[in-house]
Every structure is written in structure tokens, then in C-alpha cells.
């Protein structure tokens, strides 16, 4: 399984906050020792993500509520399958329920459609990869999915990669002297610029990046380009990028680029449908 990010624990608090505030004034309508059980149960396909964020919703609200897990993180689910089965004081059930759904609905969600890109492109050697367009305050948790679909991820931030854009090479004044300044100021970071061009990728490759994002080529230019880059030795890494789509993706991914960023993984997310079903037994 992916490695669960450092910061999942303040993301629950910060989503059980927002929920609960100063208290759940509904909860406490319900009998202090009252118990229930119950189950999660998906009421269509998808790719299962978010058992530690549902697990730590829980855990904080009340350690004695029970969560029966029947599938893994990456696990492909049917409809009206149960996820997992829950017990424990219904109060704390009650008032974790929305977030813990919240969490698993939208990983879930990039889970799923990740595994959707991924299905597409198998066998061709392409990877796919997330973006930046991700959620204020959850981007680590919507790459954990994109993993846990079989994705890879891009960039975590603007700390951990340089990514030179058209106004970068602007300011620089050429692709050239933009690649050379970010070698000079970050030793050791991967290096990757994008080009809008046949033309410029040819500057590019010259300049030595270790990535080349080919923005909104046509498969012709894809084509041309991998050919290009092949025969300057194929030192560069070449992502393809800009409005592709789940029924385009197979036919870029065959033009031989290594990568193509899809910013609608964790961008346009359409949430699982999940169901908690409880019922309620005596203190």
C-alpha cells in the first residue's frame, strides 16, 4: 500500500471542526449508552480509498467505536457491496458519520477515475500522473488515491520540483537560460520545463531538463517529438499534457511519451455513492 501522509490526522481534525464545532446539538438526542451497528455499503463501482481517514474520524470522536474493514485500499468494489462494518456508542457513530463518508466518497472518487486512465493506457508503458488542481488542504490525500488507483504522482508542491512555465521562460529570457538558472539555484531537484512547440522542444533538449511537458501537442507533434528526443539520445523524460481525456489517453500514451498528467483526477471528482445503514440495540 502507498505511503499515508503525515498530515492525515490534522486534516480529520480540521474536517471534524468544521462538522461538529462546539458539539453535535442533534446527538445528544440520542441516550448517552445507546450502542448501534451497522455497515457501509457502496451503491456503485468504484476503487476503495480512505480507510485511515475513517478510522482516525472515529478514533477521535471515540476509541471504543469498532470498524470491520471487508476491503483494502485499492480494492476494486461492486455495487452494493459492504465496505466495512461499524459498532460502538451511537452518539460518536452518529456525529463521525458525514466526515468519515466525506473522506472515503472523495478519495474513492480519484481512486476510481485514476484506475479508469491507468485500465486505458496498460500495456502501452505509459504512467499517468496527477496535478496540482487538487483541493485546498487535502492535496496529499487526493495523491494518496491517485497511488492507490495506480497512478504516480507529479510534483507534491512548488518545493519539491522545478517546473518551468511560459512566464518562467519569459522573465529568463529563453528556455536555455531558465534551465540553466534553475540548475544553478536547485542542485539535485528535477528539472522540467514545458514547451508549446516542436521548435522549443529542440531548445529544451539542448539545455539537458530531466522532463519535457509537451502542452497540448497533436499526436502528430507527440509522435514527432518522441522521435526527436530518441534521436538526441532520450535523456529527457517527456509528459504529455493538456485536455486529455479518458477516451483520448490510449491514443496519446501509443506516440511513446513516458507520462501524461490528467489535472481531471483530482480536479472534476464525482463522489462514490456510499451508504451508512445503522441499526440500534439497548446500552
Not at 505511503?3 to 440520542?30: C, F, K, N, Y
Not at 508549446?196 to 509537451?214: C, G, I, Q, R
Amino acid at each position: 500500500m502507498p505511503e499515508l501522509p503525515a498530515d492525515l490526522g490534522s486534516q480529520v481534525e480540521a474536517a471534524l471542526r468544521e462538522d461538529i464545532g462546539g458539539g453535535d446539538v442533534t446527538a445528544v438526542l440520542v441516550p448517552a449508552a445507546q450502542q448501534v451497528r451497522g455497515a457501509t455499503v457502496t451503491r456503485e463501482g468504484g476503487v476503495l480509498c480512505g480507510r485511515a481517514w475513517a478510522d482516525e474520524t472515529f478514533r477521535r470522536l471515540d476509541s471504543r467505536v469498532r470498524l470491520d474493514w471487508r476491503a483494502d485500499d485499492g480494492a476494486r468494489l461492486e455495487p452494493a457491496q459492504v465496505i466495512f462494518d461499524i459498532s460502538g456508542p451511537a452518539r460518536a457513530v452518529l456525529s463521525g458519520e458525514r466526515t468519515a463518508l466525506n473522506f472515503l466518497q472523495l478519495l474513492s472518487a480519484t481512486a476510481t477515475v485514476t484506475r479508469s486512465f491507468v485500465d486505458a493506457v496498460a500495456g502501452t508503458g505509459c504512467r499517468i500522473l496527477d496535478t496540482r488542481k487538487t483541493l485546498p488542504g487535502l492535496r496529499s490525500a487526493q495523491k494518496y488515491a491517485v497511488r492507490c488507483g495506480g497512478g504516480d504522482n507529479h510534483r507534491m508542491g512548488l518545493y519539491d520540483r522545478v517546473l518551468i512555465k511560459e512566464n518562467h521562460i519569459a522573465a529568463a529570457g529563453s528556455i536555455t537560460a531558465a534551465i540553466a538558472a534553475a540548475r544553478s539555484s536547485a542542485p539535485g531537484i528535477t528539472v522540467e520545463v514545458e514547451v508549446e512547440s516542436l521548435t522549443e522542444l529542440e531548445e529544451a533538449l539542448s539545455a539537458k531538463p530531466d522532463v519535457v511537458m509537451l502542452d497540448e501537442f497533436s499526436l502528430r507533434d507527440l509522435q514527432a517529438a518522441v522521435t526527436l528526443n530518441r534521436a538526441r539520445g532520450g535523456h529527457a523524460k517527456l509528459e504529455a499534457s493538456g485536455s486529455v481525456t479518458l477516451e483520448s489517453v490510449r491514443a496519446v500514451a501509443a506516440t511513446g511519451v513516458d507520462y501524461v498528467s490528467v489535472g481531471s483526477l483530482t480536479k472534476h471528482v464525482h463522489a462514490l455513492d456510499l451508504s451508512m445503514r445503522l441499526s440500534f440495540g439497548g446500552g
